[in-house]
């Protein structure tokens, strides 16, 4: 069995769609966030999940918070943390201490769009796509090792909401896969690139 920590910042639908998916061998050992108003908290506690949340408007700088956060988070003994819509730039320590061992769903096809307002950049650049990417968390913002993305189209008419939508069905079904892959002991990360052991056993959108 893994255990496995989630963060999240807000409406936690990513968060969901793990535990929803019932992994094999994954142990959600709990749901913490630095927004104690995220309603994927009070969700998660309905479920019976251990949450907990740390303000980090509490806390003198990043480095403080990150230190609290790491304390919280290592007292479930994680094997695996996801950051599943957590909406903080991370400090290198913390990325150092979960090195290998933490993963991040952002809503672009990186290495375009890092940091926020990805739907809308893309289509202002005329994107004829956009998408998801689930990477390894680095120190460098969303630039760690890819595991998987998923691609949907951009249409004429659409706005940065409508490619929301359509992006995040496709981050609910991504996610799940790749904490399997990770639990499963699938994934091995080799420089920039991931390879999986498994290749046979990867879906359609996981390119
Ligand atoms: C998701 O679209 C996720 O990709 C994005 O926040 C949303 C969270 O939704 N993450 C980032 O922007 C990270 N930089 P959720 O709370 O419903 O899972």
Same mark, same amino acid.
């Given at each position: 069995?893994?255990?496995?920590?989630?963060?999240?910042?807000?409406?936690?639908?990513?968060?969901?769609?793990?535990?929803?998916?019932?992994?094999?061998?994954?142990?959600?050992?709990?749901?913490?966030?630095?927004?104690?108003?995220?309603?994927?908290?009070?969700?998660?506690?309905?479920?019976?999940?251990?949450?907990?949340?740390?303000?980090?408007?509490?806390?003198?700088?990043?480095?403080?918070?990150?230190?609290?956060?790491?304390?919280?988070?290592?007292?479930?003994?994680?094997?695996?943390?996801?950051?599943?819509?957590?909406?903080? =730039? &991370?400090?290198?320590?913390?990325?150092?201490?979960? +090195?290998? !061992?933490?993963?991040?769903?952002?809503?672009? #096809? %990186? /290495?375009?769009?890092?940091?926020?307002?990805?739907?809308?950049?893309?289509?202002?650049?005329?994107?004829?796509?956009?998408?998801?990417?689930?990477?390894?968390?680095?120190?460098?913002?969303?630039?760690?090792?890819?595991?998987?993305?998923?691609?949907?189209? =951009? &249409?004429?008419?659409?706005?940065?909401?409508?490619? +929301?939508? !359509?992006?995040?069905?496709?981050?609910?079904? #991504? %996610? /799940?896969?790749?904490?399997?892959?990770?639990?499963?002991?699938?994934?091995?990360?080799?420089?920039?690139?991931?390879?999986?052991?498994?290749?046979?056993?990867?879906?359609?959108?996981?390119?």
């Amino acid at each position: 069995m893994k255990n496995i920590v989630i963060l999240i910042s807000g409406r936690g639908s990513n968060m969901q769609s793990i535990v929803n998916a019932n992994i094999p061998n994954a142990n959600i050992v709990a749901v913490l966030s630095n927004n104690p108003d995220a309603a994927g908290l009070a969700w998660a506690t309905e479920r019976g999940i251990a949450t907990a949340a740390l303000n980090h408007k509490d806390f003198a700088s990043r480095e403080a918070f990150d230190q609290a956060m790491m304390l919280l988070i290592d007292a479930y003994e994680p094997d695996l943390v996801v950051l599943a819509g957590f909406m903080r =730039i &991370l400090t290198p320590a913390f990325c150092q201490h979960y +090195a290998e !061992r933490c993963i991040n769903i952002h809503p672009s #096809l %990186l /290495p375009s769009f890092t940091g926020l307002h990805t739907h809308q950049r893309a289509i202002d650049e005329g994107c004829r796509v956009a998408g998801c990417t689930i990477h390894f968390v680095t120190e460098v913002l969303d630039n760690g090792a890819i595991i998987a993305q998923g691609v949907v189209p =951009i &249409l004429d008419n659409d706005t940065a909401d409508d490619v +929301a939508a !359509r992006v995040l069905a496709v981050e609910h079904q #991504l %996610l /799940p896969q790749a904490v399997a892959d990770f639990v499963s002991g699938s994934l091995k990360i080799v420089g920039k690139r991931v390879i999986k052991r498994h290749q046979a056993d990867s879906s359609a959108q996981m390119l």
